[in-house]
């Protein structure tokens, strides 16, 4: 049972008429689902795709998505998942790269996908196909296709998935991510999450990232549960759905869940439905952690993983010892380790970077011995984050080792200053990053989103109030760590999955 695909054929055998997917009044059954791949399997085999060749899906979540996603599967294909906000340039890159020769294409970005394709069949010498998707003509195409029935056995090391990398270090990296990658790692969503036939799980995180792909829309098939989808994140949309589709998993990364607390309709919301809720993507601040939990009423357990470790590594287990700001303990089959700059490992409590071993690990970059080298070079894939663990084993997140800042020969954790700006009362939502500075090396500068209650009236206002708020830091951190600088801002630079994009931020 190599092949990802096989979860939807047991699902769809054993739950036809369940609900699968919904899109507000749209729903898709299980037994629909499983005869939708099918007959994109069919159109596939028409197209000319064989077992290997790459399939790029490039769209919001929307249940053509699904579908697609798994016929690319089932006929032992691989995906390649793309952001639909990337313009032309950018998909020429994605093709070019995978090496992709067909794409199904949601009808919002036909524009920038044709053109990306023109451009990458013009580089690679061949001709790129795409498909638009939409609810109308390539319905009525996948209607009339004959179902392919059966599944394409591979071998569970066959690549299942290339997901691209975010490129904050240059141009992205594919991860190559294994059926077997995927399978483990979906079975720990379930695991951990408890996650049952009948359940519903909120689908605002974007398919086309692992959070979302793993842990909501494989998760959901592998165990007979409905995906509700929001194909773009809005808070109050979010919180109509946990309401109206008694959302029992809601999955998000912080700004989510930031959002959803500061909208005005929270208080009105019956939540009663939510039983867990998971984050992970970014630092969950623990002043959030504990408002979640207050204003829902459900435990938020926080989690930890990547692109290229499909994606979960560590976890808090519901019922267990938690710390505030802790990402748990490794996963069943992963081992995490805490390396100096020279390989080594550090003593416990002790910072150094977080390497991880086990299952879960991509099998590398795609196409990039090079980069796949310099990321797994013993075995174990340097993660870029910075962690400790402390007497318990709980594994504390310090910083992204790139984010460090180097503050007159002192090492600033952003983090640590990050979570004492959001105890502040007017503080939405907090960025710490460093700037040149010739006398330091790095003046530590940070940039605040404020709540819409304390916005200032007048720029007097605005300067008192972030005047006060470097006092606010500077009372509570060393004097070589709170920031000399803050900016406000009505919002900081996110990215497709709400997380912080702090290359963006300029001041």
Request: glycine share 10%; hydrophobic share 45%.
């Amino acid at each position: 049972m190599s092949n990802l695909a096989n979860n939807l054929v047991a699902t769809a055998t054993r739950s036809p008429s369940a609900v699968a997917i919904k899109l507000d009044d749209v729903e898709v059954t299980f037994g629909a689902l499983e005869v939708l791949s099918q007959k994109v399997a069919t159109l596939l085999i028409e197209h000319g795709v064989q077992r290997g060749d790459r399939v790029a899906l490039v769209m919001p979540n929307i249940p053509q998505m699904a579908f697609v996603y798994y016929g690319v599967l089932r006929a032992g294909a691989v995906v390649v998942p793309l952001n639909p906000l990337l313009k032309g340039r950018e998909v020429a890159y994605h093709l070019t790269n995978s090496g992709a020769r067909l794409v199904f294409a949601w009808e919002g970005i036909i524009a920038e996908a044709q053109a990306g394709a023109d451009a990458a069949g013009t580089e690679a010498g061949g001709e790129v196909t795409v498909i638009t998707v939409d609810s109308g003509a390539f319905m009525q195409q996948v209607s009339g296709a004959e179902p392919t029935p059966g599944v394409v056995e591979v071998d569970g090391e066959d690549t299942a998935v290339v997901l691209y990398t975010s490129g904050t270090t240059g141009r992205p990296k594919g991860a190559t991510l294994s059926h077997t990658n995927l399978s483990r790692n979906t079975e720990i969503s379930r695991d951990l999450m408890k996650t049952a036939e009948g359940e519903v799980l909120f689908g605002g995180l974007p398919f086309f990232h692992i959070f979302g792909q793993t842990c909501a829309l494989n998760a959901a098939v592998l165990t007979g549960a409905t995906v509700t989808l929001l194909p773009r994140f809005e808070p109050g949309k979010a919180l109509e759905i946990i309401a109206r589709d008694r959302v029992t998993i809601f999955e998000g990364v912080p700004t989510m869940y930031i959002a959803m607390l500061r909208h005005g309709s929270v208080k009105d919301t019956d939540l009663s439905s939510v039983r867990v809720a998971v984050s992970g993507g970014s630092a969950l601040p623990v002043e959030v952690l504990h408002e979640f939990e207050r204003v829902f009423g459900a435990e938020l357990l926080e989690g930890y993983g990547l692109s290229e470790t499909s994606p979960i590594v560590s976890f808090n287990r519901a019922g267990e010892l938690r710390k505030p700001g802790s990402i748990g303990t490794p996963v069943d089959g992963v081992e995490v380790r805490m390396l100096d700059p020279e390989g080594t490992e550090v003593a416990q409590g002790e910072v150094g970077e977080l390497a991880v071993r086990g299952h879960c690990v991509m099998k590398g970059y795609w196409e990039n011995e090079d980069a796949t080298a310099a990321a797994i070079p013993d075995g174990w894939f340097r993660t870029g984050d910075l962690a400790r663990i402390d007497e318990d084993g709980l594994i504390f997140i310090v910083d992204r080792k790139k984010d460090v800042i180097l503050r007159g020969g002192y090492n600033v954790y952003p983090r640590e200053v990050e979570e004492v700006l959001y105890e502040h009362p007017a503080v939405a939502e907090a960025a710490v990053i460093g700037v040149p500075d010739d006398l330091h090396g790095e003046e530590i500068v940070a940039v605040i989103g404020i709540k819409a209650e304390h916005a200032p009236a007048d720029d007097a206002a605005k300067e008192a109030l972030a005047a006060g708020i470097v006092d606010f830091a500077k009372d509570r951190v060393a004097a070589y760590k709170y920031p000399r600088r803050v900016v406000l801002v009505d919002a900081l630079p996110k990215g497709p999955t709400g997380k912080i994009l702090k290359r963006e931020i300029t001041v």
